[in-house]
C-alpha cells in the first residue's frame, strides 16, 4: 500500500507557486503548520539524521535526542530508538510529495516504557505522515496525524 501525502497541501496553503521557492520562518515539531524553505527529494534526505525535536498533541518528547534516521539512496529508512526500530521506504514525487511506500514496519519487543513511547510516536508520525519540509537550517521536519518530528543532519 502506497501512502502519498500532501506536501504541498500542508505546506503550500496561501502560496502562490512562485512562493514555493522563497525562504520562510522556521516552525519546532510542535507547530502545526510548516514552511518550506528547500524542495525535498530523495537526495537531500539521503544521509545520516539525529533526532531534534518530537512533540504529540503539542506535547514535547525529551528523550528524542538518541533517536537516529538512515535514509539510504533508494529511499529506504531505518528509524533507531533504542528499542524497535521502525523502517520503510521514502518516496518523493516531481512535486516534491514526501510518501512512504508500503507500510512501517518494526517489530514489537517489550522494553522500558519511555524507549515504546517513543517508538510509537515515531511509527505513528511516519504512518499518518501528512507533510514534510527542509528548513533553512537543514532540519527535517515531519508532521503526521499523531505528532511531529523534527531531525538534523548527524
Not at 20 to 31: L, N
Not at 58 to 86: H, K
Request: charged share 20%; net charge negative.
Amino acid at each position: 500500500m502506497k501512502k502519498t501525502v500532501g506536501f504541498g497541501v500542508v505546506l503550500l496553503v496561501g502560496m502562490s507557486a512562485a512562493g514555493c521557492a522563497q525562504s520562510s520562518p522556521e516552525q519546532s515539531a510542535g507547530d502545526s503548520e510548516l514552511k518550506p524553505s528547500a524542495t525535498i527529494s530523495l537526495a537531500s534526505l539521503r544521509g545520516q539524521w539525529e533526532g531534534a525535536d518530537a512533540a504529540r498533541n503539542g506535547e514535547d518528547l525529551r528523550n528524542f535526542s538518541s533517536v537516529t534516521m538512515t535514509v539510504n539512496d533508494d529511499g529506504a529508512f531505518q528509524v533507531t530508538t533504542g528499542c524497535n526500530d521502525p523502517r520503510g521506504t521514502f518516496t518523493v514525487n516531481d512535486d516534491g510529495i514526501l510518501s512512504i511506500d508500503g507500510p512501517v514496519i518494526t517489530t514489537r519487543m517489550a522494553c522500558d516504557p519511555a524507549l515504546m513511547d517513543m517508538d510509537t510516536l515515531v511509527t505513528d508520525v511516519l504512518e499518518g505522515i501528512s507533510g514534510a519540509t527542509l528548513t533553512e537550517s537543514g532540519e527535517l521536519q515531519i508532521v503526521g496525524d499523531h505528532g511531529a518530528l523534527t531531525f538534523q543532519r548527524e
